[in-house]
């Protein structure tokens, strides 16, 4: 089986920072960085104890500062304040879980060239090496025995979230951290999701143990913490949409499926919540179209929320599934078995097994039809390919290669008809896959179920060739807004899997200018930082997108490759879009 050797100090070579400066990409969307992740540890050395950054210069000889928060994994708004939930590490978590999942061990290398100037060095995972957990979580078993613990190992680069508030008005960069005293953090995996409504804001996120939802709840005009609660029966939220005058969320529940939930607090009593509609799988995205909520759904996976696997029992493809008509009241409790599911990934992908293993990302309406595509977390699909077959595979890296998928682009113009099914058209994707046949053990290459795509092959290849590996790379349309009337496809990039190596390019952001042209290129080049492996949110606030990064490079303070900007998650403003073609 291949090894995940994603789990050690990562350094940049000559000939990968080249390929990183001299991208061919042109950027066309003017970024504005306005809120940037901070130093908040010095990093001594593999599985060393932690220093607290104090301050520019605190680090002494031998240590790196560190910013452990690298996503900005929630994003709302209430007036000119955006709210940001961070995630800490999140990669190193996903590439650790995915490896002990798989039956792997990973694997932790010290590299002390990086303390002593030989770097450069850009990330570093810890796993079950981290000292800062068993600082957190004493246990009273000898460190080999620690080492051993799969759980500890998984969340072992964890660190608590944080809330963060910019001022839009006030057109400059600025961040303010707010306090929350409160426990439920300190057993928080990260702030995932966000929403704002009724002069609260709400932020929530799995347990670290992957059981049970923490609400958080925040008075949107003062910034006061109010409190918090935890769901047992929930176990992840993404994605809040707003619609008239109510508030809605998609959640994951811990004993299988998922649900949109209607938000029927208030600052006095900001958790009560009814559900409005029962869903097959995880709720991943939610947005509106055509005055119904449409919802894009994952199947459960270690990578998104542990708990799902209690009930999951052969879960059905991931989806689009469409509420009814909203009346002028919101949905209620009465509309929830009255979902439909209007489209699953097995009516485009021919491998059933990758079917059920992968999961659709971000949606929106633009120009009266819903845009969708597709998501595919590192591994996956290649661990449920060796989980449903075992001995047939007999070439383990050919079924990771054959296995692999590249985030794909659909829409669907005539959804909201309840008189005919409504119709799907594949903008970019393929007109092949490979699918696995255990009989033989041989991978063959099977048409499509949506016939040819419009515009390019899957990763916005835009011609009909050979794929680029710029585009290969790109696997999850991993958010949407508009801006200048066009739809703008927020991406993430995984190099590493492919290369061993950090981000290349950085995460791409692609629009659309209308419904009749192709997505041209907006920005390659992670917004102005290439570090940026993806854009994980997009926010409307004014006339202006919001896009709030994720970027592992937790130990790059800046000053070690010129040019590169520092690690950590940002938030960057875009004013506008202009049309542009790659050179």
């Not at 508030?165 to 995996?189: C, K, M, P």
């Not at 592992?552 to 004013?575: H, K, S, T, Y």
Request: aromatic content about 10%; glycine content about 12%.
């Amino acid at each position: 089986m291949q090894s995940f050797r994603a789990h050690h100090v990562f350094r940049i070579s000559g000939l990968l920072f080249l390929a990183t400066l001299t991208g061919a990409n042109v950027q066309a969307a003017d970024g504005t960085l306005v809120v940037k992740s901070e130093p908040d540890e010095c990093y001594n050395g593999l599985g060393e104890p932690y220093q607290p950054y104090l301050g520019e210069g605190s680090c002494g000889e031998g240590s790196i500062a560190k910013r452990n928060q690298t996503y900005g994994w929630a994003l709302t708004s209430h007036g000119t304040d955006l709210w940001i939930g961070t995630g800490a590490n999140v990669s190193c978590l996903g590439a650790t879980a995915g490896a002990i999942f798989s039956g792997e061990i990973p694997s932790f290398e010290a590299a002390p060239n990086c303390l002593d100037g030989g770097g450069p060095c850009l990330t570093v995972c810890e796993g079950p090496e981290s000292q800062f957990l068993y600082e957190r979580f004493p246990l009273p078993v000898p460190l080999i025995e620690r080492l051993a613990d799969s759980f500890l190992g998984i969340i072992g680069d964890w660190r608590p979230p944080e809330v963060w508030v910019h001022d839009t008005s006030s057109g400059v960069a600025n961040q303010e951290r707010i306090a929350i005293d409160d426990t439920s953090l300190q057993s928080t995996l990260g702030l995932r999701g966000a929403g704002a409504h009724d002069g609260v804001v709400l932020m929530g996120g799995p347990t670290i143990t992957g059981i049970g939802l923490q609400m958080f709840a925040f008075d949107a005009d003062t910034k006061e913490f109010i409190g918090s609660r935890t769901y047992l029966r929930y176990s992840n939220v993404r994605r809040f949409v707003s619609y008239r005058n109510d508030l809605y969320l998609g959640v994951q529940k811990t004993g299988g499926g998922g649900a949109v939930l209607r938000w029927t607090g208030n600052r006095s009593d900001p958790f009560d919540f009814v559900t409005v509609g029962e869903i097959d799988n995880e709720v991943a995205y939610l947005a509106v179209y055509e005055h119904r909520l449409v919802a894009s759904t994952w199947v459960p996976s270690p990578l998104s929320s542990a708990a799902g696997l209690l009930g999951a029992n052969e879960p059905s493809p991931p989806g689009i599934w469409m509420s009814p008509r909203i009346p002028f009241y919101g949905l209620r409790a009465w509309h929830a078995d009255r979902w439909r599911k209007v489209w699953d990934l097995s009516d485009y992908e021919p491998d059933p097994v990758i079917a059920a293993s992968g999961g659709i990302g971000d949606l929106h309406q633009f120009g009266g039809c819903l845009y969708f595509g597709t998501m595919h977390p590192p591994y996956v699909s290649y661990q449920a390919i060796t989980a449903a077959y075992g001995d047939s595979v007999d070439d383990p890296d050919e079924a990771m290669t054959k296995s692999r998928r590249t985030l794909a682009i659909f829409r669907s113009c005539d959804l909201a008809s309840w008189l005919k099914s409504p119709t799907f058209e594949v903008l970019y994707g393929e007109d092949q896959l490979p699918v696995f046949s255990p009989g033989d053990g041989e991978w063959q290459d099977t048409e499509t179920g949506m016939g040819p795509p419009r515009y390019g092959r899957s990763g916005f290849q835009n011609d009909f060739g050979e794929p680029l590996f710029e585009n290969l790379i790109q696997i999850y349309t991993w958010s949407m807004g508009i801006l200048d009337g066009q739809l703008c496809v927020g991406t993430q990039e995984n190099a590493h899997s492919l290369t061993g190596g950090a981000a290349l390019n950085g995460g791409d952001l692609w629009c659309f200018p209308d419904n009749w042209s192709p997505a041209y290129l907006a920005n390659g080049e992670g917004l102005g930082n290439t570090g940026n492996s993806g854009f994980r949110n997009i926010e409307r606030v004014g006339d202006s997108l919001y896009v709030a990064t994720s970027n592992g490079e937790n130990i790059n303070d800046g000053n070690q490759i010129p040019m590169l900007p520092a690690g950590g998650f940002e938030v960057i403003r875009v004013d506008e879009i202009v049309p542009s073609e790659p050179e």
